[in-house]
């Protein structure tokens, strides 16, 4: 056994003490004066052995409470090494996600500890969390300590459970039965993941290092959104931090002193913005950086008489749209809006390829009209109904309609203001989702996919209804003309969530880092006249990169910390013991090891400290019994 402090077991010298009273003081004999023979007896009881035996108890409570005394100043620690036993296989994942960045060092020189009190029978595998794939073969850990000196944090973080999903190819290699996993975290619940992935079985045993860190006072932008203003934009963010605290926010040239809360901020026209946050002393969620992507101005084509609600709302956006009634340029168009009765030829392999068809249906519709259709392959004709009422309209699903009823974003049962709808088809598609519905729940709009592309079908014919008068109006066309050709104001993503972006480009896009120069070809896909770019699941610098293609550049795309990585609060190192498997919680404390178990662990002070207490009550209750079995009546009081 090992202490903290050790100077202080000195003081088990103090055992003496009890030993000399003992041995001495209640060897002294005591002289009684008595009248009568009875009071012999009691004398004589007094000093038969069993009592002389409770002596002895009375004797080992004493020297027990100062050995208590004495470990709880002293402190037992657990052995030098962090396990023992049998030769074993150690894969052990370091978790280099951002929110470790201040800590790195820390968690670094922690590792190389655990790995100097290695025992000689392990082996060790490295895997960081920005990978799958682990640094190398099964070595000693010697070895291993040279690569865990060359780490450096990364910009992206997978979840530890999802890594530990393939233990097999982990262990893949192993030399021993015996398979455990060491894990180097601050244990954010966004970098552990879903505990329910892990199995048992293929990991014998968990061994948890925790390395602390706290995000108190952090600050970080969690949203960002940009609205063009004539030839600027208008900036919109939200700072997050300590509620009260100053913070100086850094816009381009611009510096402000602000507190916590929401702002917008009037910038110049420009290609990309940067944002710098200082004041809270964790820096690696300090930057925000997105590209500002103007709205495309073509793409959308109409097949169908261009009516005059639409005028007004091209010229409100800005747009010129191909129209007319002959073969449209496929290759030019991603929106196109027609009716049943102007479907052109070819339209069916326009879509499929990618494009997004907004389609009314023609008045009167039959079923054996419905029948010619391309679309009746997977949408059933159900009939017609007449609304009696203006219907009351319901937006359904957040994501679709976020940018159009601000107030409520993320409620589907919103309810938007009546609209007059004379004639109202009833549609049945297998696949898709309905965007919107009237107050007795009838579809309105359906969104379906339609091979690479988007159909959104209205169940109303254009001439039998409002819309073109009513407020949805505008804002409803615009979200359908920016969703299809999935353009963004803001372009902008973190590090470890996919998003996908579409860029104009004669060619293949590519990505260059504007500060480190690093190139980057991301996975893309040609949809119709756009190029649609994934972008954020793979490790990255972050930072601001240039989408180019050739010799010119499209536009910026700004790649950022996670809001996970500057929020989420530790998970309770509690829940992994219901994962079943077997699992330890080690804790790096005072230049030692200190294992953290369910039951009470003999190295707390804590525990000593109530040992303590328990032994003083009970030598303090011995003592007096003691004193009442040895008392005879003086003969004084004998009548």
């Known amino acids: 056994m090992n202490f903290l402090y050790p100077t202080f077991l000195w003081g088990l010298t103090a055992l003496v003490i009890p030993l000399i009273v003992h041995f001495f003081y209640l060897r002294r004999a005591k002289k009684y004066e008595f009248s009568q023979a009875a009071l012999v007896e009691r004398l004589r009881q007094a000093s038969r052995p069993y009592l002389r035996f409770r002596h002895w108890l009375l004797l080992l409570l004493r020297m027990a409470l100062i050995t208590a005394i004495v470990f709880l100043f002293a402190r037992p620690t657990a052995a030098e090494a962090l396990s023992v036993g049998e030769g074993a296989s150690v894969v052990v994942v370091w978790d280099v996600s951002p929110s470790m960045t201040p800590v790195h060092e820390q968690a670094k020189a922690l ?22 794939l682990p640094k190398g073969d099964f070595v000693s850990a010697r070895l291993l300590m040279d690569k865990v000196s060359k780490i450096i944090p990364a910009s992206l973080g997978y979840p530890i459970t999802q890594l530990l999903e393939k233990a097999e190819f982990l262990f893949s290699g192993a030399r021993y039965p015996v398979r ?49 203003v004539g030839g600027g934009w208008r900036l919109g963010y939200r700072l997050i931090g300590e509620a009260g605290r100053l913070y100086t926010l850094r816009i381009g040239e611009k510096s402000y002193s602000v507190l916590p809360g929401a702002y917008e901020e009037i910038l110049p026209s420009s290609s990309f913005v940067e944002l710098h946050i200082e004041g809270d002393g964790l820096p690696f969620d300090n930057q925000v950086s997105a590209g500002l992507w103007e709205s495309q101005a073509g793409g959308i084509g109409w097949l169908a008489p261009l009516w005059q609600p639409f005028q007004r709302l091209h010229a409100l956006l800005g747009l010129e749209p191909w129209q007319g009634t002959g073969s449209p340029p496929w290759d030019k168009l991603s929106v196109s809006v027609a009716t049943f009765s102007t479907l052109p030829e070819g339209v069916e392999a326009w879509v499929a390829a990618g494009g997004t068809l907004i389609l009314f249906p023609s008045a009167p519709l039959s079923p054996a009209a419905w029948s010619k259709l391309f679309l009746s392959s997977e949408v059933t004709f159900l009939g017609e109904a007449i609304p009696a009422s203006p219907l009351a309209l319901e937006p359904q699903g957040g994501a679709f309609w976020q940018e159009v009823f601000l107030p409520a974003p993320d409620r589907p049962s919103f309810l938007a203001e ?15 989702q309905v965007l919107l519905r009237d107050e007795q729940g009838r579809p309105l709009l359906w969104e379906m996919p339609w091979g690479k592309g988007r159909i959104y079908l209205f169940a109303f014919p254009w001439e039998h209804s409002t819309l073109g008068a009513h407020s949805l109006f505008v804002p409803l066309f615009a979200r359908l003309y920016r969703w299809g050709q999935e353009a963004h104001h803001v372009w902008a993503t973190s590090a470890g969530r996919k998003s996908t972006f579409s860029v104009a480009a004669e060619g293949r896009p590519h990505l260059r880092h504007r500060t480190t120069g690093t190139e980057y070809i991301p996975p893309v896909e040609k949809k119709g006249t756009l190029w649609q770019m994934s972008f954020g699941e793979q490790p990255l610098p972050l930072g601001l990169y240039e989408v180019y293609s050739g010799n010119q550049v499209y536009g910026y795309l700004g790649l950022n910390v996670s809001i996970q990585e500057s929020a989420d609060p530790p998970l309770s190192l509690e829940a992994w013991k219901q994962v079943g498997i077997p699992v330890r919680i080690v804790e790096w404390k005072d230049n030692t090891f200190q294992e953290k178990a369910d039951t009470f662990s003999w190295r707390s002070w ?23 079995l040895a008392t005879v009546p003086s003969p004084r009081s004998v009548a």
């Open 111 to 132: 590792l190389l500890e655990v790995l100097r009190r290695s025992p000689p029978s392990h082996e060790y595998r490295l895997l960081t969390t920005e990978s799958f």
């Open 180 to 228: 455990k996993v060491y894990i180097l975290s601050d244990f954010q619940s966004s970098s552990v993941g879903e505990l329910s992935r892990l199995q048992a079985g293929a990991i014998d045993e968990i061994v948890l290092l925790p390395v602390p860190f706290s995000l108190k006072g952090n600050a970080y932008i969690d949203s960002l959104t940009a609205i063009q």
């Open 418 to 432: 009546p609209m007059a709808v004379r004639l109202l088809y009833q549609f049945q598609p297998k696949t898709g």
């Open 606 to 628: 804590h525990i000593w400290l109530i040992i303590v207490l328990l032994l003083i009550v009970a030598e303090t209750y011995w003592a007096r019994r003691l004193l009442q």
